[in-house]
C-alpha cells in the first residue's frame, strides 16, 4: 500500500501572505489542524498548524479582549508563524514509511508533493488509521 492510496487530493490551503485571521478560518470551517502553505504555483512553502495559530495569538496579559485578538490576527501574516522545513512524502512513498514517520517525528500531517514540489495532496494520521481499520476488516 502506498500514500497515494489514503492521502487526501482536495486541500484546503493558504499563502504565505494570507492573514493568520484567513487561516484560523479555513482550520475552523473545514474542522482541520494542517494547511499546507502554497505559493502562487502550487509548490509546498511551508505548513501552519492550528498550534501555531494559537501560540501566535498568546498573550502575556491575561483577559486579552475579542477586539484585540482579532486585530493581532489581521496584523499577522501567514509567513510570519509558518513552519518552512517540512518532511514530506510522495504519492509512492510506502504507507508503512509514512507510518514511520508519524511515529518518530510525532507529526500530525505529512503534505504530498511532486518532484518539482507541487503540492498534490496530504495524507494526516487519520488517514492511515482509517486504511489500517478498511484493510483489517476484511
Known amino acids: 500500500m502506498q500514500v497515494q492510496?489514503?492521502?487526501?487530493?482536495?486541500v484546503i490551503t493558504v499563502t504565505p501572505e494570507d492573514r493568520v485571521s484567513t487561516a484560523r478560518q479555513r482550520m475552523r470551517g473545514g474542522r482541520i489542524r494542517h494547511l499546507p502553505v502554497v505559493s502562487e504555483d502550487n509548490r509546498l512553502a511551508g505548513v501552519v498548524t492550528d498550534r501555531d495559530v494559537r501560540q501566535a495569538t498568546a498573550s502575556d496579559e491575561p483577559h486579552m479582549a475579542v477586539h484585540e485578538l482579532t486585530d493581532l490576527l489581521e496584523k499577522m501574516t501567514v509567513k510570519d508563524i509558518m513552519t518552512r522545513a517540512?518532511?514530506?512524502?510522495?504519492?509512492?512513498?510506502?504507507?508503512?514509511?509514512?507510518?514511520?514517520?508519524?511515529?518518530?517525528?510525532?507529526?500530525?500531517?505529512?503534505?504530498?508533493?511532486?518532484?518539482?514540489?507541487?503540492?498534490e495532496g496530504i495524507i494526516t494520521v487519520t488517514d492511515l488509521l482509517q486504511a489500517f481499520v478498511k484493510q483489517h476488516e476484511r
Open 5 to 10: 492510496d489514503c492521502m487526501q487530493t482536495i
Open 86 to 119: 517540512v518532511v514530506t512524502v510522495r504519492r509512492d512513498t510506502p504507507i508503512v514509511e509514512a507510518g514511520q514517520i508519524f511515529l518518530e517525528k510525532r507529526f500530525g500531517c505529512l503534505p504530498v508533493v511532486s518532484e518539482t514540489q507541487a503540492l
